[in-house]
Every structure is written in C-alpha cells, then in structure tokens.
C-alpha cells in the first residue's frame, strides 16, 4: 500500500513537473541601438524592445534569452536557426522574402538632421556627407532613391552617436519613435536641427519564413500586454512628454465635449444608422490612436478606393479590393475599414478619388462606393454598414463601420459567388467546403 501511494505521488510530481515547463526562447537583438537595444557600461542589455520583451515574456509564461548583435547578425542567426525571433527590425521587402513579420511594437520616424549652420534647398542638392548606419533601412532607402548623395557610412549606431555628439557631421539620419497626439517627442540632438522627415515605419518582431506557430504565440501574447504597461515602459525612456499647456487645454475641451455631447443626446438617438455623419463617436473618437494601433482582425487600411498610387492614375479592379474587406468584416464579427490610410497609417486622403468621379467631391465617392456595394454584395447589406467622411490630419478620409450580418454574404465576381472571412488581419478566401463548415458553426 505504501509502494503504491508512493508510485502515486511519483507519477502526480512528474506530470506536474512536465506540465510546468517554461518555454524558452531565444530573441536577437541590436547591441548599440540607443534607445531601443543596447549594450549598457555594465554589459548589461537594456531599452525599450528589451523591456517590452521582458513584458511580453510574463504573458506568455516563458523565458526569454537575449542575443546581442548587429544588423546582419540578427537576419544571420534567424536563418541559420540560432535563434527564434528578432526582437524588432523595419520592413522592406528583400527581408519579407525570407521572414515573417509580427504586428508592429514602435511606429518611427527615419529623420535627416543638419547642422544649424548648414542650408540646402532641398535634398537633392545637399553636398555633404551624409552619416548612416550600414544596412540600415535609411542606408538602403538612400541608395536607391538617391545614389547621387554623398554617404558617409558608419559600421554601427555607438559610432554615428559620437560622430553627432562630437558634431563631427554635417548631416545625418536616425530614427526616432513618433510623437503622440498631445505629446512631444524627443527634442533635436544638440547642435542640429530636423530637416526632413524621409519616412515611416515600425519596428517589428521577425521569425523565420512559415514558423506560424511562433507567429501566433508571438500575437497572442501581444494583445494581453496592457496601455499602461505600455505607458510606463515609454516613461522610463522618455519617449514623450506630457505638453503641460497642451494638457490644460484637453481637459477644458473634455469639459465643453461633454457639455455639448449632452446637450444634442436627445437627438443623436432618434438618428437612423445611416446618418451618422456628426454621430456621438466623431465626436470622442481619436481617429489618430486607432490608426496608430495598426491594422488587425478589427481594422483594416487601405490608400484608396480606386487611385493607383504605384501607376499614379485610376484602377477600378482595386474596387473589389474594398468590397472584398468589406464583405468579410461582414461575415465575420465586423470591424472598421479606412480608406485614405496606406499600410504604414500615413493618412493620404481622398483628394486623388475625387478626382477620378464625374464628381469629383465626397458625394462622387459616396454614391460610386454605395453603387459597388450595390452591385457586389447587394442592397440588404446596407442596413450592416455605416459610411463617414471626416477629416484627419485635415484630410479627407472614409470610415466604413461595419457591423456582422446576420447571414453570410457572398462577393459577385464574374458570374462568380466568393466567399471571405477576416483572420490574421486580412481578408481570406475559403474553399466551399470550409464555407459551408464556417457558415454552420458561424450562424448556427
């Protein structure tokens, strides 16, 4: 009897000890990029991206190790199965070809700086050196769109911040977290001033081409990480500053906000859906820190309804890629698309639709939007979907809400029924098997 209660015990201690293992990941990072990874004077390695992992590594009950290097080595060790993530690079499209991106950590402004002595009159016609980082994006960015400029090309970040801190530099370019509405970011580096900004892009977490699962584990405990552990991480960096005036002025205006919300409520409820275009939400919504949150299974992005922005005219086959999102946010649980915002959450606005349409101003839009959903999903859809043109960055930009129907919609194309479902913050066809298995579980 004893024997066994022992061997019981045993067995009960092993599944537990089996059940609690921590998983352990390996993630590289950048060893001198200041301040989001870098190498301290104790050889200690601490930032933003470090901190956010170390975040991210309580939610998803594992351990994480951290492999300091370069830029290549970073992509190197991804490769050859040394590690398993990289904490955080930009997108382009030669690192797409071998790996994975996750949802974005860090929106960032690639920022040419000048000494305050030196003029140009534009980019093109700048004469002096201009410092980089080896394989950064601004160092590619740069030789591709400007190969005339003169680079002067640094082997690591340590080394451009002291050729700045020394003011050794007529210009140079780095990058620095985007400023949040009501905030202020980072002042300029002692001695020069902000130029240009060349562009945007975020900092996201890479894995292997196909590693799905690490994809998913990596997004799932994402979302668990909270705003105000968000907060409190970019506190400690000083990431922004709270604009004491700009604060003052917020909560004057939250007052009147809630003063005029109350006042127009009674009539606010007696609008039909379709009239939402000074509803309660333009109201108290800030487009911007939605926007700035990026694309997920809720919300979706795109430049235009019709602009090419790649052939700079027209293309009325990027109309079915709006009612193609809009009619899997149908079938799905709903969500919100913006039209006038690329990829990246620039706002680029509606100006180059408008003048595609006989005409050529919001209600042009509005009445050949309305038409496509006519003519593609159908006129019962409508009662699904609201449509709003407001203004953001003072300019024009489509919010389409869409809420989930309350029976499957098929997309007509070519003598064609399609049916889409939004996962993985896109819209996905499905074969019609899986359509028929999603349509019974999804309304059942």
């Not at 002096?128 to 690591?156: M, R, T, W």
């Not at 020394?166 to 020069?192: E, T, V």
Request: hydrophobic share 40%; aromatic share 12%; proline share 2%.
């Amino acid at each position: 009897m004893i024997r066994k209660t022992i061997i019981t015990i045993y067995i009960l201690a092993l599944s537990i000890s089996i059940h609690a293992k921590v998983e352990t990941y390996k993630i590289a990072c950048l060893n001198d990029y200041y301040p989001y990874s870098a190498v301290n004077s104790d050889n200690e390695l601490e930032g933003i991206l470090i901190d956010w992992w170390k975040v991210w590594a309580k939610k998803a009950g594992a351990e994480v190790i951290f492999v300091p290097t370069d830029i290549q080595g970073c992509v190197d060790k991804l490769q050859n199965n040394e590690v398993d993530i990289i904490a955080g690079l930009f997108f382009n499209e030669e690192r797409a070809s071998k790996f994975d991106f996750s949802d974005y950590i860090l929106r960032m402004q690639a920022i040419l700086f000048l000494k305050v002595d030196y003029k140009t009159n534009s980019l093109d016609e700048l004469q002096c050196e201009i410092g980089v980082v080896k394989n950064d994006l601004a160092h590619l960015y740069l030789q591709e769109k400007y190969p005339q400029l003169n680079l002067l090309v640094f082997n690591s970040f340590s080394a451009l911040r002291y050729s700045i801190n020394k003011k050794d530099l007529s210009a140079f370019i780095y990058a620095f977290p985007n400023p949040i509405n009501g905030l202020k970011g980072y002042d300029d580096p002692n001695g020069y001033y902000k130029y240009q900004t060349l562009f945007t892009n975020k900092l996201r977490p890479m894995v292997k081409k196909g590693n799905q699962e690490m994809l998913n584990i990596i997004i799932s405990s994402t979302n668990d990480i909270s705003n105000a552990e968000l907060i409190k991480i970019a506190k400690k960096w000083k990431i922004f500053e709270e604009n004491s005036n700009i604060k003052q002025i917020t909560v004057l205006l939250g007052v009147l906000l809630l003063c005029i919300i109350a006042l127009l409520y009674w009539f606010l409820i007696k609008q039909k859906r379709k009239n939402k275009e000074l509803s309660e939400l333009d109201y108290s919504t800030d487009w911007q820190v939605i926007i700035d949150k990026g694309e997920n299974d809720s919300i979706e992005f795109k430049s235009s309804l019709r602009w090419d922005y790649r052939q700079d005219k027209p293309n009325k086959t990027l109309e079915q890629v709006i009612v193609k999102t809009i009619s899997a946010f149908l079938n799905t649980e709903g969500g919100m698309l913006f039209i006038g915002v690329d990829d990246e959450g620039n706002t680029l606005g509606l100006d180059n639709d408008y003048s595609s349409f006989s005409k050529k101003n919001s209600d042009g839009f509005l009445l050949t939007l309305t038409n496509l959903i006519n003519q593609n999903l159908g006129k019962s859809t409508h009662k699904f979907i609201t449509v709003n043109i407001i203004a953001i960055n003072d300019k024009d930009v489509c919010i389409v809400n869409i809420e989930k129907s309350d029976k499957p919609v098929f997309l007509g194309k070519n003598d064609k029924e399609e049916f889409y479902i939004r996962a993985s913050a896109s819209s996905q066809p499905m074969g019609l098997k899986d359509a028929y298995a999603y349509i019974s579980s999804h309304w059942s």
